[in-house]
């Protein structure tokens, strides 16, 4: 065998053992990225008062594996434990979220219905009674997650640190994070305010890889009174059973 043979049979046996490694062996965890989100969630566990518009879009992938993007908006007004105001718009529906510490209402504003319930003393209690009881998930309840253990960090089998990037004009951290069925990345900002300045999520359970992703812009100074999470309804509103909504919801709005 020549000496360029050799070299040939080096470099494709090399190319060979290097792909079945790179397929075989768990992704690496980046210690620096783990830090950075337990500082995030820390930091965020902080914030008593705080104000945060989100721009959100979302795919929807057809039966023929087309999809569509929605964009949407949610602008949530929070006051630590027990004051929660969200109000989100989409292409597909408009509602808003109520809670004071002792009722939680949803309005569904485009068919003018809502309803009310009793609710426990902490936003951290009514998204646990939203979701065990009413299978409802909160609009950005990880916000209040993060930095506590409802966070299964043990999930995470890959993290990266990207690198520095601005997002609408603030400095950030772009970090990458793998689970079994999903990949996400999360720009935290720089600096003493390690806020979420964007999140990508992309589902690996379907081939389409549908993707989510939202941008933060914070208000740590919000003004607001006790009224902004207390519920009046408007003349001539319905109020039903929060139970029956659920069972229709998805497919009246």
């Not at 792909?19 to 500082?39: G, N, R, Y």
């Not at 069972?247 to 009246?252: G, H, K």
Request: with cysteine; aromatic share 10%.
């Amino acid at each position: 065998m020549n000496t360029v043979s050799k070299i040939m049979v080096a470099v494709l046996t090399t190319f060979f053992v290097t792909s079945a490694f790179s397929q075989s062996d768990e992704p690496a965890i980046d210690s620096t990225a783990m830090v950075a989100l337990e500082k995030m969630g820390e930091y965020l566990r902080t914030l008593k008062a705080f104000r945060v518009t989100v721009v959100t879009t979302n795919d929807t992938v057809l039966e023929d594996g087309q999809k569509i993007q929605y964009a949407g908006t949610a602008d949530l007004l929070a006051n630590a434990p027990s004051g929660l105001r969200i109000h989100t718009d989409n292409n597909r529906r408009e509602r808003l979220y109520l809670y004071n510490g002792k009722k939680f209402t949803l309005w569904g504003q485009r068919l003018d219905y809502y309803a009310t319930v009793d609710a426990p003393d902490t936003i951290s209690k009514l998204a646990d009674m939203l979701e065990n009881k009413y299978g409802m998930d909160l609009p950005q309840i990880d916000l209040f997650r993060w930095g506590t253990p409802a966070v299964d960090k043990t999930a995470i089998i890959g993290a990266m640190d990207v690198g520095p990037a601005a997002i609408n004009g603030t400095t950030c951290q772009h970090y990458v994070f793998r689970q079994d069925d999903i990949d996400w990345q999360i720009w935290i900002q720089k600096g003493d305010y390690p806020l979420p300045r964007k999140m990508v999520i992309t589902s690996k359970t379907d081939d389409a890889r549908p993707q989510h992703s939202a941008e933060y812009q914070w208000d740590l100074a919000p003004s607001f009174n006790d009224a902004a999470f207390t519920f009046n309804p408007p003349k001539g509103a319905l109020r039903v059973v929060l139970e029956n909504t659920l069972s229709t919801d998805d497919t009246n709005e």
